[in-house]
């Protein structure tokens, strides 16, 4: 069964950088489409970008397009988000989760905290 555990996540000035990881366990990543969510204080959770599984394309949500990037490392069973120009509205906690269309297949982990802030 594929369980997936986030890190990377703290506390970054306005402009700076983050990398999260997404390290998968049980199962080949490879096989999955991975995205990478984030919910604020008060507000819905919200997908932030995807990776697919078939020829790597990718999605940004306007908000982080030009700023984020996603990557996987199928050798290291990894999908990174490496987060750029961060701004305080970026700040959420994120979490990873593989899905097939519209469907999630993991249950919601712990996710990784990113503050951005002065």
């Known amino acids: 069964q594929l369980q997936l555990v986030e890190s990377g996540g703290g506390l970054v000035q306005p402009g700076g950088s983050l990398r999260l990881s997404c390290a998968a366990s049980g199962a080949i990543l490879d096989y999955y489409a991975i995205g990478w969510f984030r919910q604020a204080p008060g507000k819905e959770r919200e997908g932030v970008s995807g990776i697919s599984s078939s020829d790597g394309s990718t999605y940004y949500v306007d908000s982080v397009k030009g700023r984020f990037t996603i990557s996987r490392d199928n050798a290291k069973n990894t999908v990174y988000l490496q987060m750029n120009m961060l701004k305080p509205e970026d700040t959420a906690v994120y979490y990873c989760?593989?899905?097939?269309?519209?469907?999630?297949?993991?249950?919601w982990g712990q996710g990784t905290q990113v503050t951005v802030s002065s």
């Open positions: 989760n593989a899905y097939v269309g519209q469907i999630i297949v993991c249950p």
